[in-house]
């Protein structure tokens, strides 16, 4: 929920970093990320229904090319290892599933690539 961390992986990549990033981390708050893509300025928007500290988080989202507001559930649970993510997106429409999903895969390694550069 710090936007210069989340925005370092939160719909981030290496080819096209976020040139906005603003989060109210609050329940009831929003965010706003915002990345240039081929000259245009694509947004992500949302706001946040639930913050569990280090346990869970949800929040609506808008991507302007599914035109509807989805809901994400972020659960973090203890393992021997570490910590185990589960992330559920609802809502999304029929034929975005499967960008949306490969999407997540792409933002949740880039996660982990934050989280492994930070642990160094």
């Known amino acids: 929920l710090e936007p210069t961390t989340a925005g370092t992986w939160l719909f981030a990549t290496a080819a096209r970093p976020m040139t906005c990033v603003e989060i109210d981390a609050r329940v009831g708050g929003s965010f706003r990320f915002a990345e240039c893509r081929d000259g ?26 599914q035109h509807v507001i989805t809901r994400t559930l972020v659960e973090i649970s203890p393992s021997r290892k570490g910590c185990s993510l589960t992330l559920t997106h609802e809502h999304v429409p029929r034929g975005c599933i499967q960008r949306t999903r490969s999407r997540w895969t792409g933002i949740l390694y880039g996660l982990g690539v934050s989280l492994d550069s930070n642990c160094i």
């Open 40 to 65: 245009a300025i694509t947004e992500y928007t949302g706001e946040y229904l639930e913050i569990v500290p280090n346990r869970r988080l949800i929040f609506t989202l808008c991507v302007p090319t």
